[in-house]
């Protein structure tokens, strides 16, 4: 989803399947219209699928195509963690903070 003019453009990226022309789009609308800035994150929720196997091929991939993040796995920045899974306590924060205001 692409968001207002100037607001990074975040992109999800499945480690478990194959590459599309999706994050090629994306990283084309960030880079000209969203202020430059390409975030990338690794959608590894599903265990049975997502390896670390196919995390590092679809990133050779990305490479492979010239298609550079600002921020993501390798390059690191103020937004990390960069794999979903990494994030479940903010996600759990958020929840609380948001049950914990509706009572």
Request: net charge positive; glycine share 8%.
């Amino acid at each position: 989803m692409l968001e207002a003019r100037g607001q990074p453009c975040r992109i999800r990226v499945f480690a478990s399947t194959r590459l599309n022309c999706r994050p090629r789009y994306n990283w084309l609308a960030a880079r000209q219209s969203l202020g430059g800035k390409f975030v990338l994150r690794i959608e590894d929720t599903d265990q049975a699928r997502s390896t670390q196997e196919s995390e590092e091929s679809m990133l050779a991939d990305l490479e492979w195509l010239g298609l550079n993040w600002d921020e993501g796995p390798r390059v690191g920045g103020p937004c990390g963690s960069y794999r979903q899974s990494e994030r479940t306590k903010i996600y759990q924060d958020a929840i609380v903070s948001t049950w914990a205001q509706t009572r």
